[in-house]
Every structure is written in structure tokens, then in C-alpha cells.
């Protein structure tokens, strides 16, 4: 639809431009006619000529750039068709060099908010209810995919070696970055503390009677209660102690997570402890025996219920969508973090892909025949160059007219 409305233009502004020299070259000769009767009409008749002039002096111009004028070899035209190999390397070295650096594509990234955006689109009820039902509705060919032996023993070889070259331990890191972002992690710790005082005043009687046990039979019995009151009194006031604000305890669990997450980003030992424990767990034939054990029942399971009108995967998903959707909107830290880490991704991913793309670019030009290339450049640009034609019909006819009037007067 583009091209044909490209057409339709081109073609109008190129009737009107011809149709301008078809009329000065009548004011022409009917000024040239009449100039005997009518003296003033040498000037009309100056105008009209260099008009002409002027005119094909741009359209030999105009189209010598797509093709011979009509149809004559005349040297250095058709221009684009005879160099359209060294216009494709021009143009993928312009991309290269001009609109893949690093610090354009930064620049422009910049002004992207992808999470924003990707956020706000998907809290929509209506939108994260179409990415579910989408998610969902690929689960009967994943599995058909995975029962493919050779697909399955692809997959296997390429995990493989993926988790080798995965580094765990700061991919970890960056995540526990995230989470702790805003000190959101202190939920955590609260919440571990609570469960704590709860577990110790849901079982006083199974402490009483630890204590009573592990007591010497001499002791009285009445100091070992004492002992047992006193015990969880001391602990229930640290328990308290740590759920302060400004708690020495709460801030050596802030330097614990953020020591943790140093190690996890610089320490080699964390990286091999951690890539040696997902190995032996993926590797462990304890682990193949439990997943192949549970993997049919799962199977039947979820394509049941991704076949259902009303399936409950979907709408879980929906939900975990929209809630995690609503919770980024509204926690600017973790949307930059977000953004910062996908316009890093992009831009470096185009940079490195700037060759290949710009290779892709020349490629494709010069499987061009030069027909094409003409056309689709003269698509792009001919109709401007249609008014240089108008404009050049016009200042001649000026130029004609001063040059006409300067030459009376001398």
C-alpha cells in the first residue's frame, strides 16, 4: 500500500512538472508569434525560453540519476542502476559507522522505558489474560517437542553446555541486588523473626521437657523451670531486640546480604561452589529417577488443563502477570535497574551485530537487480526531485527575464 501511494505521488508531481515545460514552450511560440503586434511580449517570450531551458536542464538532470535520457547512452547517467554495488557498500557503511555506535544507540535507547511500558501494557486485565492463554496454549507442542528423542537429546547436549559457560554466581548476585533493592529484604527478616517467636511459644512444653531430660537428677525441678521461664524470657527480649529498627541486628543481616552478594559477584570460590552443586544435582541419579517419575504424571496433568476452556494455569499466570505487572509500576528502583540492564543488553547486542547487519544491508542491494534499485530509490526521492524540475522551470524563467531586461537597457 506504501509503494502504490508512492507511486500515485510520484507520478502526480512528475504530469505536473512535464505539463509546466509543455506550457512554457506554448507561451513560447505564441509570444514568438505575436511579439510583431505586441513589443511587449518579448519580455513573456524571454521567460518562456529560459523557462524551457531551464526545465530540460533539470530533467536531463533528474533523470540521468535513474536512467539514459531517453533511452541514449550518454556518458556518466543512469548513475544509481550503473553504480547501485558501490551505493549498497556506501549505504551499510554509513549504518555502521553513523547509527550502530555504542554511543548513539546508548542515546537513543535512553528514552525507552522498556519495563515502564512492557508493564503498564501487561497490568492490563485484558492483556496479561491474552499472554497467559498464549503461554498456555504452547505447553501441547513444548511436550510434543520434548518427546522428540532427537529434539530431547539436542536439548540435553545444549544445556549441558550452556550451564558450563553460565556464570551463577553473579547472575545470582544481580538478582539478590534487585530484591534487596529499598531494603525489601528486611520483609524477610522480619518475617523469619516472627516465625521464630511463634515456634518457641508454640512449643513450651516440648523446651520444658527437653530441659527436664537433658537436666542432672539432682537439680530441683523447681530450678529448671526456673531455667526454662528464664531461657525463653531472654530469648523472646532478643527476638524484640532484633525487630528494632536501628537493631544492631538487623543491621549485621544488611552487611551479611551485602557482603554475600559481593563474594557472589568477585569470588571464584562461590562461582565454583555453586556451578559444582547444580551440576552434581542435574547430573545425580537420584534426580533423573524422580523427575522421569514425575514427568508423566505432570504431562497428563498440564495438557488437561491447557486444553480447558477455563484452564487454571491461565489464570494463575494471569494473576502472577498482573501482580507482578502492578508491582513494577509502582517501584521506580527496580524499573531503572530493569532498564538500565536491557538498553546495556541491546545496545552492546547491536553493536557487535553492527558488521553483520550492515554485511545484511549490502548483501541484499546488490541481490538487486539495477531495474529495482532505480525504482525503489526513485520511489523514495523522485517526488522532491519532480519539484526541482518546477523549480528549475521557474528561476530560469526569471533569470531569462532579468538577462531580457538588462540587455534593452544596454
Known amino acids: 500500500m506504501r509503494e502504490q501511494e508512492q507511486v500515485a505521488q510520484l507520478n502526480k508531481m512528475r504530469k505536473i512538472a512535464t505539463g509546466l515545460l509543455v506550457l512554457m514552450a506554448v507561451i513560447f511560440v505564441g509570444a514568438r508569434l505575436l511579439q510583431p503586434s505586441y513589443a511587449y511580449l518579448s519580455f513573456v517570450g524571454?521567460?518562456?525560453?529560459?523557462?524551457?531551458?531551464g526545465a530540460l536542464a533539470d530533467w536531463f538532470a533528474v533523470t540521468a540519476l535513474f536512467r539514459a535520457p531517453l533511452g541514449l547512452p550518454i556518458p556518466h547517467t543512469a548513475i544509481i542502476p550503473n553504480n547501485k554495488d558501490r551505493i549498497g557498500e556506501s549505504i551499510a557503511n554509513f549504518l555502521e559507522h553513523n547509527f550502530m555506535t555504542r554511543e548513539v544507540l546508548s542515546e537513543e535507547l535512553k528514552q525507552v522505558d522498556f519495563s515502564g511500558t512492557a508493564a503498564k501494557w501487561l497490568a492490563e486485565p485484558e492483556n496479561s489474560r491474552a499472554v497467559s492463554r498464549q503461554v498456555v496454549n504452547g505447553i501441547p507442542a513444548l511436550f510434543r517437542m520434548i518427546e522428540d528423542n532427537d529434539v530431547g537429546n539436542f536439548m540435553q547436549h545444549t544445556m549441558a553446555s550452556a550451564l558450563n559457560n553460565v556464570r551463577f554466581a553473579p547472575f545470582l548476585a544481580e538478582i539478590f541486588s534487585i530484591l534487596i533493592a529499598d531494603r525489601r529484604h528486611h520483609v524477610l527478616f522480619d518475617h523469619l523473626i516472627g516465625m521464630a517467636a511463634k515456634a518457641l511459644e508454640q512449643n513450651r512444653p516440648f523446651i520444658?521437657?527437653?530441659?527436664?531430660e537433658k537436666s542432672p537428677r539432682w537439680i530441683p525441678k523447681v530450678i529448671d523451670d526456673r531455667l526454662f521461664e528464664r531461657l525463653l524470657e531472654e530469648s523472646q527480649n532478643i527476638l524484640d531486640e532484633m525487630r528494632l529498627e536501628n537493631s544492631e541486628w538487623r543491621d549485621r543481616f544488611q552487611q551479611a546480604t551485602e557482603e554475600l552478594i559481593e563474594r557472589?559477584?568477585?569470588?571464584?570460590?562461590?562461582?565454583?561452589?555453586?556451578?559444582?552443586m547444580i551440576s552434581q544435582t542435574l547430573n545425580h541419579p537420584l534426580f533423573r529417577n524422580y523427575t522421569e517419575h514425575v514427568w508423566h504424571d505432570v504431562k497428563e496433568r498440564v495438557l488437561a488443563d491447557a486444553g480447558s476452556s477455563d484452564s487454571k494455569a491461565a489464570f494463575q499466570l494471569e494473576r502472577v502477570i498482573r501482580a507482578f505487572s502492578e508491582a513494577l509500576l509502582h517501584d521506580p528502583a527496580v524499573q531503572n535497574k530493569l532498564n538500565l540492564w536491557i538498553r546495556t543488553f541491546a545496545a552492546e547486542a547491536i553493536y557487535n551485530k553492527r558488521q553483520a547487519i550492515a554485511d545484511l544491508v549490502n548483501r541484499v542491494i546488490r541481490k538487486w537487480d539495477a531495474e529495482t534499485v532505480s525504482r525503489k530509490f526513485e520511489l523514495y526521492v523522485g517526488k522532491d526531485l519532480q519539484f526541482i524540475r518546477i523549480n528549475g522551470t521557474l528561476v530560469g524563467g526569471m533569470v531569462g527575464l532579468i538577462l531580457h531586461a538588462i540587455s534593452l537597457v544596454l
Open 208 to 212: 520444658r521437657q527437653k530441659i527436664h
Open 46 to 53: 524571454a521567460f518562456a525560453e529560459a523557462a524551457m531551458v
Open 264 to 276: 557472589l559477584r568477585t569470588s571464584p570460590e562461590y562461582e565454583e561452589k555453586i556451578g559444582t
